[in-house]
C-alpha cells in the first residue's frame, strides 16, 4: 500500500472533488470516489477510479468504502441542507472518522473554511471549525486546509458574483459587501490538496490558505465588471442583515434564499490569512483575483466551446422562457427540421449562406441590420465572402466569421456585428432513423448578454429573431431538395 497508496476523495460529485478527481487520475495512485449518488459522477475518469456508494449519515455503508485506504479526503459539506445542518455535519465528521480508524487510514485531508476563531461565528463557519475539531479527535492525524472564497467558473461565489454583475447596473451594497477575504484561484487550491500527498502528517494540523490579494466582495465584483468592460455603480447602505440580502439574493440570482443565506453569513467575518506556514511548506504562489477572474472567464469559454448545443437543451440545469433556453448565462434558441436529401447535400446549402447567396430569407432585414450595424461603427454586412462554396475556419461571412466548421456535420459562426454581449450561430447536420432514414438539420443561436443591456436586446429582437431564423431553416432544407 505504500508503493501505491489507495487514495479516497469523498463529495467526488461536488465542485472541488470532482476537480480534484480530474487532477489526481493523471497520477499513480489507486483512487476510490465515494459519492451518496455514485450515477451523478462524471464518466470521463470512470475506467481509472473505482466508486463506491456510501453516506457519511449512514455508518454501516462506511467500512466498504475505507477498506484499504491510506489517505481521504473528506471534502463533505451540507450547506444545502436545512436548519439542522450543523448537527449534521457534526454527526457526518464523527461517523468518518470512527470509521476510518477503524480501517487503519494513515491521514485525513479535510477542506475548511478560513476565519478566526472569535464569537459570532455564523453557523456555517462555526460548523467548519467544528468539523475539524471532531475530525482530529478521531484518532488519525488531520491536515486541515482552512480556505477562503473560492473563484473559479462554476463555484458559488463566481456565480454570485457574476450574476449580480451581469444583471444590475447599480448595486445596493450593505456593510458585508465591504468586509476583508483573501480569495483562493481553484486551480491554486487544487494544487494545495495535491501537495498534502506528498507531505508526512504524524500529527494533526492546520493551514491557512489564501490567493495573493486581500479584498472585499464589492472589490471582487469590481474587477469582475472591469474584465467583461461593465460599468457599475455601488451605493452602499449602513443596514441589510443577512436574511434580508439572502431573499434578495434569491431574486437577482441562481442561489436559492437558504443557500445564499448561510453563504453571506459566512462573509460577515473577515476571512484572510494570519499564518502564512502554508507558503514555506507547499511552495506554491497563488495568483491574485484579477487573474483569478481572467483564468475563470478563459475556462468557461473553452469549455463552453467544446459544449455541444443540443447537449444543453436537455440539461437539467437549463431552464426554458418564452425566448429560448437558459444556459448558465446565455441565452439559446435551437430548432430543428428534416430533409429527405443527403447529409452532404445538406451541408453544402450550409456552406454556401452569405455573400452572394445571402442568408436565404428576409435579406432585406440583414441589410438592415447590417446597416444600423455600420451606422454604430460595426462591419456590416457587406463585407461578402473568401469563396462562393467553401469555408474554413476564420473565413469572413458578411458580420459574422466561422469559428469552427466540421465538414459535413457542423459549421459554427461568431458574430463580429456591435452588440451589447457575443452571439453564435451553429448548423449541425446528423442521420436519424434506421427503416426510413432522415438527415436532420438543428439551427441554434446562442447570445452571451453583457449586462442588462444585452438582455434587453435579446427579449427585444427575439419576435424579428424568430422569423428570419424559422423562414431560414425551411429555405435551406428547400434549397438542399432541389
Same mark, same amino acid.
Given at each position: 500500500?505504500?508503493?501505491?497508496?489507495?487514495?479516497?476523495?469523498?463529495?467526488?460529485?461536488?465542485?472541488?472533488?470532482?476537480?480534484?478527481?480530474?487532477?489526481?487520475?493523471?497520477?499513480?495512485?489507486?483512487?476510490?470516489?465515494?459519492?451518496?449518488?455514485?450515477?451523478?459522477?462524471?464518466?470521463?475518469?470512470?475506467?481509472?477510479?473505482?466508486?463506491?456508494?456510501?453516506?457519511?449519515?449512514?455508518?454501516?455503508?462506511?467500512?466498504?468504502?475505507?477498506?484499504?485506504?491510506?489517505?481521504?479526503?473528506?471534502?463533505?459539506?451540507?450547506?444545502?441542507?436545512?436548519?439542522?445542518?450543523?448537527?449534521?455535519?457534526?454527526?457526518?465528521?464523527?461517523?468518518?472518522?470512527?470509521?476510518?480508524?477503524?480501517?487503519?487510514?494513515?491521514?485525513?485531508?479535510?477542506?475548511?473554511?478560513?476565519?478566526?476563531?472569535?464569537?459570532?461565528?455564523?453557523?456555517?463557519?462555526?460548523?467548519?471549525?467544528?468539523?475539524?475539531?471532531?475530525?482530529?479527535?478521531?484518532?488519525?492525524?488531520?491536515?486541515?486546509?482552512?480556505?477562503?472564497?473560492?473563484?473559479?467558473?462554476?463555484?458559488?461565489?463566481?456565480?454570485?458574483?457574476?450574476?449580480?454583475?451581469?444583471?444590475?447596473?447599480?448595486?445596493?451594497?450593505?456593510?458585508?459587501?465591504? %468586509?476583508?477575504?483573501?480569495?483562493? =484561484?481553484?486551480?491554486? +487550491?487544487?494544487?494545495? #490538496? /495535491?501537495?498534502? $500527498?506528498?507531505?508526512? @502528517?504524524?500529527?494533526?494540523?492546520?493551514?491557512?490558505?489564501?490567493?495573493?490579494?486581500?479584498?472585499?466582495?464589492?472589490?471582487?465584483?469590481?474587477?469582475?465588471?472591469?474584465?467583461?468592460?461593465?460599468?457599475?455603480?455601488?451605493?452602499? %447602505?449602513?443596514?441589510?442583515?443577512? =436574511?434580508?440580502?439572502? +431573499?434578495?439574493?434569491? #431574486? /437577482?440570482?441562481? $442561489?436559492?434564499?437558504? @443557500?445564499?443565506?448561510?453563504?453571506?453569513?459566512?462573509?460577515?467575518?473577515?476571512?484572510?490569512?494570519?499564518?502564512?506556514?502554508?507558503?514555506?511548506?507547499?511552495?506554491?504562489?497563488?495568483?491574485?483575483?484579477?487573474?483569478?477572474?481572467?483564468?475563470?472567464?478563459?475556462?468557461?469559454?473553452?469549455?463552453?466551446?467544446?459544449?455541444?448545443?443540443?447537449?444543453? $437543451?436537455?440539461?437539467?440545469?437549463?431552464?426554458?422562457?418564452?425566448?429560448?433556453?437558459?444556459?448558465?448565462?446565455?441565452?439559446?434558441?435551437?430548432?430543428?427540421?428534416?430533409?429527405?436529401?443527403?447529409?452532404?447535400?445538406?451541408?453544402?446549402?450550409?456552406?454556401?449562406?452569405?455573400?452572394?447567396?445571402?442568408?436565404?430569407?428576409?435579406?432585406?432585414?440583414?441589410?438592415?441590420?447590417?446597416?444600423?450595424?455600420?451606422?454604430?461603427?460595426?462591419?456590416?454586412?457587406?463585407?461578402?465572402?473568401?469563396?462562393?462554396?467553401?469555408?474554413?475556419?476564420?473565413?469572413?461571412?458578411?458580420?459574422?466569421?466561422?469559428?469552427?466548421?466540421?465538414?459535413?456535420?457542423?459549421?459554427?459562426?461568431?458574430?463580429?456585428?456591435?452588440?451589447?454581449?457575443?452571439?453564435?450561430?451553429?448548423?449541425?447536420?446528423?442521420?436519424?432513423?434506421?427503416?426510413?432514414?432522415?438527415?436532420?438539420?438543428?439551427?441554434?443561436?446562442?447570445?452571451?448578454?453583457?449586462?442588462?443591456?444585452?438582455?434587453?436586446?435579446?427579449?427585444?429582437?427575439?419576435?424579428?429573431?424568430?422569423?428570419?431564423?424559422?423562414?431560414?431553416?425551411?429555405?435551406?432544407?428547400?434549397?438542399?431538395?432541389?
Amino acid at each position: 500500500m505504500q508503493n501505491n497508496p489507495l487514495i479516497l476523495v469523498t463529495g467526488a460529485s461536488g465542485y472541488v472533488g470532482g476537480r480534484l478527481l480530474e487532477k489526481l487520475v493523471k497520477s499513480n495512485c489507486r483512487l476510490r470516489a465515494m459519492a451518496r449518488r455514485p450515477e451523478g459522477l462524471q464518466n470521463q475518469w470512470r475506467a481509472q477510479v473505482e466508486v463506491v456508494q456510501a453516506d457519511v449519515l449512514e455508518p454501516e455503508s462506511l467500512p466498504a468504502a475505507l477498506k484499504e485506504v491510506d489517505t481521504a479526503f473528506y471534502l463533505i459539506h451540507s450547506m444545502g441542507s436545512g436548519e439542522d445542518f450543523e448537527s449534521q455535519e457534526a454527526a457526518s465528521a464523527r461517523n468518518f472518522a470512527v470509521a476510518a480508524r477503524q480501517a487503519g487510514v494513515r491521514k485525513i485531508i479535510f477542506l475548511g473554511g478560513l476565519c478566526d476563531e472569535s464569537p459570532g461565528l455564523s453557523a456555517h463557519m462555526r460548523s467548519r471549525h467544528e468539523t475539524g475539531r471532531i475530525l482530529r479527535e478521531g484518532g488519525v492525524p488531520v491536515l486541515e486546509l482552512r480556505a477562503s472564497i473560492i473563484l473559479g467558473a462554476g463555484s458559488l461565489s463566481f456565480e454570485m458574483i457574476r450574476a449580480l454583475v451581469q444583471r444590475l447596473p447599480v448595486m445596493v451594497t450593505p456593510k458585508w459587501v465591504y %468586509v476583508k477575504s483573501q480569495p483562493i =484561484y481553484i486551480e491554486d +487550491l487544487l494544487a494545495y #490538496l /495535491v501537495k498534502t $500527498l506528498e507531505l508526512d @502528517v504524524p500529527q494533526s494540523c492546520i493551514y491557512e490558505i489564501g490567493g495573493a490579494d486581500v479584498v472585499s466582495y464589492k472589490q471582487i465584483m469590481s474587477t469582475y465588471a472591469s474584465a467583461r468592460g461593465l460599468k457599475r455603480v455601488f451605493l452602499p %447602505v449602513p443596514v441589510l442583515s443577512p =436574511y434580508l440580502s439572502s +431573499l434578495w439574493l434569491g #431574486l /437577482v440570482t441562481p $442561489l436559492f434564499a437558504r @443557500v445564499g443565506r448561510k453563504l453571506i453569513e459566512s462573509v460577515t467575518h473577515p476571512s484572510v490569512v494570519v499564518n502564512d506556514a502554508a507558503r514555506q511548506v507547499f511552495q506554491i504562489e497563488p495568483c491574485g483575483v484579477e487573474e483569478a477572474i481572467t483564468r475563470a472567464l478563459q475556462e468557461e469559454e473553452q469549455g463552453f466551446a467544446l459544449t455541444r448545443w443540443s447537449d444543453s $437543451l436537455s440539461s437539467g440545469n437549463t431552464y426554458r422562457t418564452w425566448a429560448g433556453v437558459r444556459f448558465g448565462t446565455r441565452l439559446v434558441d435551437s430548432r430543428i427540421g428534416e430533409s429527405d436529401a443527403d447529409p452532404e447535400r445538406l451541408f453544402r446549402s450550409v456552406e454556401k449562406i452569405g455573400g452572394e447567396t445571402g442568408w436565404y430569407y428576409a435579406n432585406f432585414l440583414w441589410r438592415i441590420r447590417g446597416a444600423v450595424d455600420e451606422l454604430f461603427g460595426g462591419v456590416g454586412m457587406r463585407r461578402g465572402r473568401r469563396h462562393p462554396t467553401e469555408l474554413r475556419i476564420g473565413d469572413v461571412l458578411d458580420c459574422w466569421r466561422v469559428e469552427s466548421i466540421e465538414p459535413g456535420k457542423r459549421l459554427r459562426l461568431k458574430a463580429e456585428m456591435k452588440l451589447p454581449g457575443r452571439a453564435w450561430l451553429e448548423f449541425e447536420v446528423s442521420e436519424t432513423g434506421v427503416e426510413s432514414p432522415k438527415t436532420t438539420l438543428r439551427q441554434t443561436a446562442v447570445f452571451d448578454p453583457q449586462g442588462l443591456s444585452g438582455l434587453c436586446y435579446w427579449y427585444g429582437i427575439f419576435p424579428v429573431h424568430v422569423l428570419i431564423f424559422k423562414g431560414m431553416l425551411k429555405k435551406i432544407l428547400k434549397a438542399a431538395a432541389v
